[in-house]
């Protein structure tokens, strides 16, 4: 089981570390393009994503 958890752990840091630079591009196009421009919006998007999948990978962790 502690296997699992390190593995779990591994790919929950590697997906905080996309979310955090996706979070800065999307905050560079959207200064630059506006919130409305469909690339930010793309990336927000994938970013929805990601937070979904680091909360589900929490609940393993903690459970």
């Not at 200064?31 to 469909?38: F, R, V, W």
Request: charged letters at 30%.
């Amino acid at each position: 089981m502690k296997g699992k958890k390190v593995m779990i752990l591994k790919s929950a840091l590697e997906i905080r570390n996309s979310i955090e630079q996706d979070r800065q591009k999307m905050y560079k196009l959207a200064k630059a393009l506006g919130i409305s421009d469909p690339n930010v919006c793309q990336i927000s998007q994938q970013l929805d994503k990601k937070i979904l999948k680091m909360q589900q990978l929490i609940k393993l962790i903690r459970a």
